[in-house]
């Protein structure tokens, strides 16, 4: 009976994910309760009615949730499985639920105690890959296009199986774009904005909207991990901040140093594409200021961190950004914001906003 959702997310912040679910399915008028185990690194959302899970799965736009790293729909959890033969109850478990799979993925929550599963979960794949497409669970080949299957095993003995749409999903397995520390980055900060880069920005965006020759703005920037990923990318970046910048970065001839307070910094060139910001603050003190640089038109996207507090995080964060779109709105300022709690990040959540200025017939923008 799959007429559950279960939701991955950072471990500690089940209660946030659970929240978030229910708030967002009853917005459907979907009605259920989330099973919650603290520091599990998952939500169960059990509906009431057997077709919700589904309806669920295709309705709520997966990039609007901030604290699920993934969502997929599935039946009650499996217990007991044989050690000698694992595969054949869970194909079963499949058959007549998923038809021609585009892809497996054997997966296990993101915890210390869910790591040594992962080496348990490789040397599954193969075999129930094998299985399910001789029942057709899967198809032959690898479509993108297809449901995704999900085997999610939180013991050796007892898994969750089920699938997620391939349009409304994290396309990452276990939720998680696996990124290399480089070696050369001034802090493990610049991870937070390369996977930022990956999960708000489509792939094939890449070449327009992270495009050499672009001026940015980091505000907060020492050591300079944010702006280190931008002059990876061949940006001209100002970097704002009090503090000392890497010398390897001032090396490259991309930045400029000011050194100034992020919060009173203002601008003096018109073609700021990129604004980033990854202080320390409050986060009402830096989405205001943050929406001061979309209201006053000083750069086209941003992408921001808000430290979260230690209680009510799901409803701050929602207040937050609810104000600031009112804000904006009432500026006439069309935007699309999207917030998502990283791989990468910890007690926080990153933000990306993009701002879409109205298009006159006949005319290019050239700020950029």
Known sequence: ??????????SGFEKECAA????????????GFARVKEDSGYVLFECYQLEDADRLAKEIPFRELIFARQMIVVGE????????????????MLQGVVTNGGELRVEVADTNESKELTKFCRKLTVPLRAAMREQRVLGKKENALRPVVHVFFIAPNCCYVGYSYSNNNS?????????????DAP??????????FHVFIPADEWDERLASGMHA?????????WTYQLVQRSMMVDAIDNGPMAPSLMMTGQVTHHREDGFKYKPTRSNIYWLVCDMVEVPAKVSALMGDWLVNGWCREAIFNLKLPMKKRYEEVSQIL???????????????????????????????VRRFWPVVPGRRDERY
């Open 217 to 225: 703005v980091d505000l907060g920037a020492c050591p300079g991990g």
């Open 171 to 183: 396309p990452f397995y276990m939720g998680i774009p696996r990124l290399k520390f480089p070696s």
């Open 77 to 92: 959890l499996l217990k007991d499985l044989p050690p000698e033969d694992r595969v054949t109850p869970i194909v079963g």
């Open 20 to 31: 978030e679910i229910t708030a967002k399915a009853a917005e459907k008028e979907i009605f």
């Open 322 to 352: 609810e104000h600031m779109k009112s804000r904006l709105a009432e500026k006439d300022i069309n935007v699309e914001i999207f917030a998502k709690q990283l791989y990468h990040d910890r007690e926080e959540v990153t933000v990306h």
């Open 1 to 10: 009976m799959n007429n559950k959702l279960a939701l991955y997310c950072r």
């Open 187 to 196: 802090s493990r900060s610049t991870l937070k904005l390369e996977e930022a």
